[in-house]
């Protein structure tokens, strides 16, 4: 019967939020949701299980094969815990196509699980705001997604010297591959994921992989003079490309918006070559000891496909929590948060107990964030010390002859200010000492 | 390579929250949250998955067993969904017990599993709010978890005419098993599953299990006479139990507190036999047609110890998503949810789009929420037809005319009222327009 005691870790690669980091997770989360609904994006959900066949056709062959949570459940279904979130918006638009006003904006915060090495940034759980916009065909709605992702990080008073967004797109990449370089079907995806891993390889590594792809001297020349170009010089080398032409309207109108200072071209960016068809995008973090990746999106054309119904266009992102906690630590910028309970209030002996507590309870009502004492102790600075270990900044104590009177008194712990005042005074003394 | 489209249903027995379904869910959930830190809970969560001993051990046979989503991860670790929250909690109090500063006042709103027949009110997933205090053996911890409970379902506007809290205590119970009827371990048992079952089979059907339970006509009298006792008669039965005392104790301090009509002795309460040690409760729906428990809870005495530390005593409870959700439907408390967006700001035309789009940044820096049309439409109706459609009150509308004073037009849809402002303006006249 006596069984050796269970660890008390959590499972591998997943976290604890403790009161503390549960206080920092909501503070984060809450914020983000007040900037995405300042646009007018509404929160979604669905299930952490999904059917199997969701994730076999168009998740990566690397995430379905290696690091998908799959299983057969007790009725011989084969379902998966989401490793992402798209497929999941993909089916319930689908499901209600027809019913949903156009432009759909919709947002979430799915918590979502792949089978990874767990590293410092890369769990096996994470959750990840997504941010999507559903139906314009019109190239504003990537400028209306920028301008939600700078909003996101300044509503944590990040600014440009914190982090910028590198955005290309992806008819310019094909302008270049099909009418410049006149690369096949698997020359382009060689070169794709050359110019992806680019930034992790040296520059002669990188020149062997174009190699190897078949490229040709004149035509590795031009890839390096497109990936070091800015928008005049990618001008001269892809005149005739659409994708030239989107990208010139949609800094005019980030400069309109006063955020140029935010956003730059870069032709290096590709993010996931055959799922992105316009704009892609990816939000740097400018620290020198951090210039990585935080998020990154971009322009899909037929989302829900699979489901057999409309194509639907859409652009969004999505942004990991781990990702962002680090970008704030990182420029200190993690906000400040409240102390959870505001009152302690103390119980003089057992026969104050009723008193105690209905002084509690009216201080609820009058909004405040109040602990009782449920046990006497011997000497009342064992309270205070609660109250301290707590971090509750006041302690409300009521004896017998305050009780007689029909006061208390309000303690400050941090000043040691300490005020006698009639009941129905308190909660404003105690809003005042808060503030 | 053509496949049939995939199903855009979600699994079997779970759901999606579509954004009217969502909004709802965050708007009963943050009251939730709300009214639980006015007593000092703090939130805090843990992975969905666990390895799967922290089942095997405390958790029901019949949930390991037959409802568990349970499976191999693909480093051979046998991990399961989560059924319940109480091991997460008695895991990570366990962690960190030395220093957590007790009372423990934790609560949590975790995504449960459980594989089960899928039903009204029954599905395979849902999410319950778990509230529990640890540490205190003062029996006025059970006063503060149902001044909690009732203080729950007032914030959606409840009273004592909608719901009531039924408390009995396991020491009572124990009295009447053990020194009244002197019942050995498997007769205490089959009794305790019987009472349990009492309310939904017939009386005959109760008394035959009474006399599988070995008990002789003497013992069956004194069980029913117990089942419909009230504290007084119930002192006459079991005079001497340490149960009746304490819960004398706890009507009186809930009369002290005004909460006597929400709450009732019950003898019939059992929840849980082997699990809980002191005092029992639940809460019912008065609705006749509704007549059931909402949610229950109780006193455990040793939470922790699977993990070898210290016993730590707890009083807790869990209150699901669904039958909360039904119970506020049941009694039209169901709250109203404000339009997500409050402002649509149209686009007169192509040449006017910078303007319109610095105008609904401008109003977003004032706190409003604002969608953006983003594409031009030949007739203006259409626009309108969009706020319509999405439910936005508010439409702004700036023509060229306007565009050269430095106006617009703000109107509001449901009463027809429109007004030319200078853009300075526009955020008061609307707000005061939402009001």
Known sequence: MKDSPLSTQPYKGTRDFFPEDMQL????????????????????????????ELYA?????????EQLYSFTDRGDRKVAMRPEMTPTLARMVAAKANNLPRP????????????ERPQKGRLREHWQLNVDILGPAAQDAELELLQVAID???AF???????EIQINHRELTNSLFNEVLQLNPEQRQAVARAIDKRDKITPEAFRELLVKAACHDEQIATIERFLHADLNEVANICPESSGLLKLQTLFELLTALGLSAYCSFS????????YYTGTVFEIYDRAPENRRALFGGGRYDNLVGMFGGEKIPGIGFGMGDVTLRDFL???????TLPPASQVLVGLFNADLKIPAYQLARDLRAAGLRVENILEPTKKMGKQFEVADKKGIPI??????????EGCATVKHLASGHQEKAALGDLPALIQQLLA
Not at 27 to 39: D, G
Not at 267 to 274: K, L, Q
Not at 395 to 404: L, T
């Open 25 to 52: 997770r909501s503070a984060l989360f809450n914020r983000l949701r007040q900037v995405v609904s300042t646009y007018g994006y509404q929160e979604y959900d669905g299930p952490m299980l999904e059917p199997f």
């Open 157 to 163: 008073g990040a600014n440009e010297t914190h982090f």
């Open 152 to 154: 996101l990080l300044r």
């Open 329 to 335: 630590e990182t420029h200190g910028l993690l906000p």
């Open 104 to 115: 759909i904006r919709w947002f979430s915060i799915p918590n979502l699980w792949r089978y």
């Open 267 to 274: 032709p290096t960016i590709m993010r996931g070559f055959d």
């Open 395 to 404: 302690v409300v104590m009521m004896g017998p002859d305050e009780h007689a």
């Open 57 to 65: 056709s168009k998740t990566s062959d690397e995430i379905v094969n």
